[in-house]
């Protein structure tokens, strides 16, 4: 069944000044048609689990690469049955470890998509990539696949720091990555973690200042999070793990002061761009509650059907998912969101944009506007912008947007 | 009918935890009462919350059979009762149908504030006492010195104090023999007479219905016989008449001496008034028994639901509740913060704790409980009086010329070396003291303390300054015109009723700032930032703020993570259930009670 739904001038403007900007009335009779659809190809396998990832990773003990790149084709035919036609902005490879794919492989879905959907000219193809996982060779074989943009998993510059994440590179390993990657790509994006065991703010300003004077055009600055089912989590229960020197708001907001003052934008909650181009247009379909195409093991995907928004989930484990798209199904699960439902994620991404949610647009994922009397509230304690039109945090709520999603959530 | 002179009826009476109930149980095995099978530890705390907290809250009366080593049958009736001050009224009354007491102490602790207590009861209700030194296995017991203990502090004579190991069941056949021997046969009493018996217990059991515990006193109580209550006045055929083996055993007649239980079309409980006299419809007696007191609740606090929607259940349950104990007491209330609940009345904090813990797991029920509250009685200008349950019941200063509180006697047993900060505690509450002893290295203290400073967090912190070593026991004995003044807590800006309290004037500092300093803890920082008062009559004696929040946000949030974050925000909206809102401000229900215990000297 080919639903012919095609994207429309839908989504918004993806500019931090988006308050001036033209954005869409949703009158409300009429239903968005369809919005940008994105892919996202996770490859979970890994040489090493790292201590705080809490991803659906497997540790290579000589995996069939094959069968699952193979499986992962197959998906990709199953489900642009489901997304029906319209053009592919992004492919994003994520995992695991995507870099130790084969550039093959790699080119082969790129291939795929393409055939399957069409990737707009422009299109981003980013890669994950971690500082030991490819040399100077490995660069280019990815850039020939199709790749044009990478995120390099740095994580920390100094070898305390990449120690106490567990990680197997050094300093030098993570700027010779960097530096390599400016090599073969135009595009390309650095991850940090802070508030990492024991760490003082000082140390890591100081960190972050080398890094921002690199000259990425994107960073990611997460902050550490304890995830339960990490060997990270175990430590934390037992007690073992030293937290921070400083406060972890100090973190946060001094991590967006100095990013700011280096030029980098802070567009989401722990991404950073230098202009607007610069900004992971790939993440950007998920913050703006677009549709994407997931797939290889675990992947989720989101695409909105007339039947309303649909949830999809893979197959976690590599073993079933293979199987799975030998019998032409990988999904462990597939449902209908609620209109609530829709409307809670479409809030819990959108806060996290310094453009905001457009209401209007809201209202039509969830079926009916935001508490009225809880927007004024927010707009009146000074963390939400005193805009009718859009639901954005001010400076001062630029941390609270999980605290502002539940006070915004709809109700079932 | 067994004749009364092999009968012996005894209550198990000791401080809590020494072993009460695990004496009961070897004596119930020793006797054959259980298999080994139907056997488990402390059998008789039959009540979930009993044996999750490993105490006794409810007495339970068993009769066993025994061939002692003179060849002869006896029936003894054991009563065992709670340990915990909370809880006197259950020993108090079961004294009351026995002519015989074993005081067990535990040999490793020895005389504690409850033994004392105890005794004292037993010995006012004319007891053969019989001691028991319990626990002697612990390598740290010392039988000899807490021999001498009992005589120094209880005069009671010990040498021939029973040694034993209820946990291993050493010696416990000794104590066999000693009931026997040493504890004298039901006294008086006449089969001839008009049936005379003392209704000594009454609960609700799902199978049985209205099931009543007697002592027989005169005469013979038989299935078939049409009795009377006299205080009641109301008259019940009785349908069944049994002992406690403790299995539910069906008998056609109890005789003078016997105890046991009787199943009549008794509706309610409360119909069953304990202390009551049981007689013959056609043939009544014409002494009733004296009776004694019921139990009167001394700490109230207001129940409400977290969710309005559950008042009627909260009713409901409570009525069940009240099916089972009598000694707590319920009313509905109106606050405007928290909408419709019930005033609740209990015999002490730990009766609070319990009753609120059975509504929300039995019941499923979730609950906010206020600040605890002692009855107050207001002499007012207009020469009436009020008793005042509620401190939002509070009238107009003006128009009351007088408050009076109740005060307690309290005696405290502790080591030597934490008694210094022992007497600071009490002297910080008001105290006054009455008597300083020494028993060996232990110290006893007897205070007077207004029980409005006991109330709240007395024995928490008795407990921590003492190391848990300290033990606690007391009794009201008298209501005094104290300085008490009704202090406010206003959370940005509007007054918290469910927070007020009365305080002497003298401690109101220290109360509102120790209050404040909690709820500054306990709220949540919110998006604004939020200011808590401690005032009375308008003035602020007390002021803490509570930062906004700056930071509430997960790191990484992609594709992969809309489902899990969709379903934690979903969590988190029921998580805000447990929240109240005053105003714009959230309060966690917890915070109620929490904010009223002082941390720190
Ligand atoms: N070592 C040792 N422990 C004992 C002995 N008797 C009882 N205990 C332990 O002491 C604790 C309290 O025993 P209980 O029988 O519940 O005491 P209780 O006096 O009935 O307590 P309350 O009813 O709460 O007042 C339990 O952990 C028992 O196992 C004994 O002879 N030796
Ligand atoms: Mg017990």
Known sequence: ?412 | MFPKERIRNFSIVAHIDHGKSTLSDRLIQLTGGLTDREMKEQVLDSMDIERERGITIKAQTVRLSYRARDGLDYVLNLIDTPGHVDFAYEVSRSLAACEGSLLVVDASQGVEAQTLANVYQALDNNHEIVPVLNKIDLPAAEPARVKAQIEDVIGLDASNAVEISAKSGLGVPEVLEAIVTRLPAPKEGDENAPLKALLVDAWYDPYLGVVTLVRIVDGILKKGMRIRMIATDAAYLVDRVGVFTPKPVDMDALGPGEIGFIIAAVKEVADARVGDTITEEKRQTKTPLTGFRTAQPVVFCGLFPTDAANFEDLRGAMSKLRLNDASFSFEMESSAALGFGFRCGFLGLLHLEIIQERLEREFGLDLIATAPSVVYELAMSDGSTMELHNPVDMPDVVKIREISEPWIKATIMSPDEYLGPILKLCQERRGVQLNLSYVGSRAMAEYELPLNEVVFDFYDRLKSISKGYASFDYSIVARRPGDLVKMQVLVNGEPVDALSMLVHRARAEIRGRAMVEKLKELIPMHMFQIPIQAAIGGRVIARETVRALRKDVTAKCYGGDASRKRKLLDKQKEGKKRMRQFGRVDIPQEAFVAALKMDGD
């Not at chain 1, 703006?288 to 195409?293: C, I, L, N, S, T």
């Open chain 1, 1 to 412: 069944m080919e639903q012919a739904s095609r994207a429309t001038d839908f989504p918004i403007v993806a500019s931090a000044a988006a308050e001036e900007a033209p954005h869409l009335e949703v009158s409300p009779g009429r239903k968005i048609a369809g919005r940008e659809l994105g892919i996202y190809v996770h490859w979970p396998y890994c040489t090493k689990i790292c201590p705080y990832c809490d991803f659906n990773v497997y540790r290579d003990r000589g995996a069939d690469h094959s069968a699952l790149a193979g499986a992962i084709l197959v998906d990709l035919s199953a489900q642009r049955r489901l997304s029906g036609q319209r053009p592919v902005q992004s492919i994003y490879f994520g995992g695991g470890s995507p870099a130790l794919m084969r550039p093959r492989d790699i080119a082969a879905i790129i291939a795929t998509v393409d055939t399957l959907w069409g990737l707009v000219a422009e299109a981003e193809i980013s890669l994950e990539c971690n500082p030991t996982d490819l040399g100077s060779a490995g660069l280019e074989a990815l850039r020939g696949a199709g790749i044009n943009r990478l995120s390099v998993g740095v994580q920390a510059f100094d070898d305390a720091g990449l120690k106490s994440l567990g990680r197997h590179h050094n300093r030098a390993d993570a700027i010779r990555t960097v530096t390599d990657a400016q090599q073969h790509f135009e595009r390309v994006s650095l991850d940090l973690i802070y508030a990492r065991p024991g760490q003082k703010l000082e140390e890591w300003r100081r960190e972050l200042g080398f890094a921002l004077d690199l000259g990425v055009e994107h960073v990611s600055l997460y902050e550490l999070t304890i995830e339960p089912d990490t060997a990270f989590g175990r430590k934390a229960r037992r007690g073992a793990l030293p937290r921070t020197v400083d406060p972890l708001e100090d973190f946060f907001c001094s991590t967006r002061e100095i990013a700011a003052n280096s030029g980098y934008a802070p567009y989401e909650v722990s991404n950073f761009a230098r202009t607007p181009e610069a900004q992971a247009r790939h993440n950007l379909l998920y913050w703006r509650a677009q549709d994407w195409v997931g797939v290889g093991p675990g992947a989720h995907g989101r695409l909105t059907r007339p039947e309303g928004r649909m949830a999809l989930t893979a197959f976690s484990r590599p073993d079933l998912y293979i199987e799975g798209a030998e019998r032409g199904n990988c999904f462990e699960e597939a449902d209908i969101l609620s209109s609530a439902d829709a409307g809670n994620e479409a809030l819990l991404f959108g806060l996290r944009l310094a453009e905001g949610i457009d209401r209007a647009f809201l209202r039509d994922v969830a079926g009916r506007d935001c508490d009225a009397a809880e927007f004024a509230q927010l707009q009146a304690d000074g963390v939400l912008e005193k805009s009718s039109q859009r639901i954005r945090a001010t400076e001062r709520g630029a941390g609270l947007a999980d605290a502002l999603a539940r006070r915004l959530a709809f109700r079932h």
